[in-house]
């Protein structure tokens, strides 16, 4: 059992689901009815099975957090739950997606949780599950846990938003209009154009503007990132850096020996020098800790590189 995640007492490794995932469907119950998406909004409640579990509530915890119902329709003040639950998730408009699942038609994940009482509610962030809270809880607590999870998040450099989900689809955003994204975006035009120049500062100031105009724009943060580290790294001299970088309490020679190593390839040497620097504290720790989540968005929220870095930040800050 993991205890990385969230450096709480707890936590729960669930890598192993995903084998469970490819067995056949159990027999069980037919699951409780979701509570009602609102009249007029989008929903960001899913109802999820053992099959699916992986892709509907693991994966998606790469890119923002997931909060999992875990309920039986046999236990009759669960719809409490559930509606209060689903009204956090929808009020909250994608910063989290809310996963149900009836344990009675998911044995395998009953025994990797080794669940111990329904209703049961856990949070998901980059694979790694925290058990919430046990039983009925009014809204006012729903949200009050909830809120704890979007911190943890945030101070991990979590930022993505979760996509609405279409009735009796899944996760919306996976129709027709997917085509138009492999056309050029035009608000990339003068970015794009600095990059093909090798004018990595000016790209990087072009997603600057983008970002001051749509801070959530996850391309423009990605193409910043990018271009950031690029127009860094260009002028820094190598055996120089290097030589400064000796000298670990020299915070400032860590941030450039890093990007260095990440632009020869060296991604888990950069995370890891970075991540001695947010261990050690000081005045320093913040600095550290923002060009690590920079770096985070050059690799790709989805690396696994980038997966176990992220909980070796969310333990050294908790």
Do not use: C, W
């Not at 003040?77 to 149900?100: I, K, Y």
């Not at 979007?150 to 689809?169: C, E």
């Amino acid at each position: 059992m993991s205890t990385s995640s969230f450096s709480r007492p707890g936590a729960i490794d669930l890598s192993q689901l995903a084998a469970r995932a490819k067995a056949g469907p159990p027999a069980g119950a037919p699951g409780a009815p979701a509570p009602a998406a609102p009249a007029g909004g989008a929903s960001y409640v899913l109802e999820s099975t053992e099959q699916t579990f992986e892709n509907d509530a693991i994966r998606p915890s790469t890119q923002h957090p997931v909060v999992v119902e875990l309920y039986s329709p046999r236990v009759a003040t669960g719809q409490q739950l559930s509606d209060a639950l689903a009204a956090v998730a929808n009020a909250s408009e994608g910063r989290f997606l809310l996963v149900r699942l009836d344990v009675d038609a998911a044995p395998g994940i009953v025994q990797a949780l080794q669940l111990q009482a329904v209703p049961t509610v856990l949070a998901i962030i980059s694979g790694q599950a925290v058990p919430l809270f046990q039983g009925v809880l009014p809204r006012d607590q729903v949200q009050q846990a909830v809120d704890q999870v979007l911190k943890t998040a945030i101070a991990n450099g979590m930022v993505g938003r979760a996509q609405p989900v279409a009735p009796g689809t899944g996760p919306a955003g996976a129709g027709p209009d997917d085509a138009d994204e492999a056309q050029p975006d035009p608000r990339f035009a003068a970015a794009d154009e600095a990059l093909a120049a090798g004018d990595f500062a000016r790209a990087r100031d072009e997603f600057d503007l983008l970002l001051k105009a749509n801070p959530n724009d996850a391309e423009a943060a990605l193409g910043r990132a990018q271009a950031g580290l690029f127009a860094r790294a260009s002028v820094l001299d190598p055996q120089d850096t290097l030589t400064r970088a000796a000298d670990v309490k020299d915070a400032a020679a860590q941030l450039d020996a890093a990007d260095l190593e990440l632009v020869s390839g060296q991604v888990d040497e950069a995370f890891e020098r970075l991540l001695g620097v947010v261990r050690r504290g000081g005045p320093d720790r913040e600095t550290a800790r923002v060009r690590l989540l920079e770096l985070f968005e050059t690799v790709g929220p989805t690396d696994p590189r980038v997966l176990a870095a992220r909980r070796g930040l969310m333990a050294a800050l908790f």
